[in-house]
């Protein structure tokens, strides 16, 4: 496994690259967001990890033209920007992921072992259409489209698009969400799927009269037609 790192704490740059390397991940690592955009086009990497305040443009700039090159490869934030209004754009450009500094270096590689899981499982799926009204579904493509028009979303939003849909109108519960999304064991605050859900019905919803994404106060989110 390849991760293209972006930090320009050196110091710590070497803790994580010496970290993953003993746990058999190769990383390297750049300190500046241009340079990191050539070095990704010039390799393959199964993962980025971007942190937001560096020389050059920035860690959301990044992850936004990360997303132009690739729409498939998790991208997980590692900053000490813990602002919400961060996290928002992070996801809105394509995040996967965001752990916020000071962070546990253990934790730091559960989750790139989730996002990694999730990517490879998503290459072996076999092709499926999912329909809601006029919201289609291309499991096998990541093609989503609300009346016949594409809805750019980003890999996280396109796995939880997918799992209110196949709840069939049921009510998903926020913990219950974090665990399909998220692996076991892996923290994520309410804050976090809210952030996902709010996005995802600006997505989906917000030019359309017949609302799909609902909210059950108390309880959690479901989709279901109003038709």
């Known amino acids: 496994m390849n991760i293209l ?5 050196i110091e710590l740059s070497s803790e994580i690259v ?19 955009i050539e070095a990704f086009k010039k390799k ?40 919400i209004s961060e996290k928002v754009t992070a996801f809105n450009f394509g995040a996967d992921d965001y752990i916020t500094k000071p ?9 790139i072992n989730a996002l990694i899981r999730r990517s490879k499982s998503h ?13 289609t579904i291309d499991k096998d493509n990541f093609i989503v489209k609300r009346n016949g028009q594409v809805v750019e979303i980003t890999p996280k939003e396109f796995q939880l698009l997918v799992l209110l ?7 998903l519960p926020k913990p219950y969400i974090a665990s399909k999304l998220w692996e076991e064991h892996v923290h994520t605050n309410q804050n976090t799927i809210e952030v996902y859900v709010n996005l995802l019905r600006n997505k989906i919803d917000k030019e359309h009269e017949n609302k799909l994404i609902h909210t059950k106060i108390g309880f959690g989110y479901f989709l279901k037609s109003n038709k």
């Open 5 to 9: 790192l972006l930090e320009d704490d």
């Open 165 to 171: 849909v196949e709840a069939n109108g049921r009510v």
């Open 18 to 36: 010496s970290f993953l390397k003993n746990r058999e991940i190769q990383c390297d690592f750049i300190f500046e967001g241009n340079s990191f």
């Open 103 to 111: 962070f546990n270096f253990e934790e730091l590689f559960i989750r």
């Open 123 to 135: 290459d072996h799926k076999s092709n499926e259409l999912l329909i809601v009204d006029d919201l």
């Open 44 to 83: 393959t990497y199964q993962m980025a990890i971007l942190d937001i305040n560096v020389p050059g443009i920035n860690g959301l700039e990044v992850c936004k033209q990360i997303r132009e090159i690739d729409k498939k490869v998790p991208v997980l934030f590692l900053t000490a920007m813990d602002d």
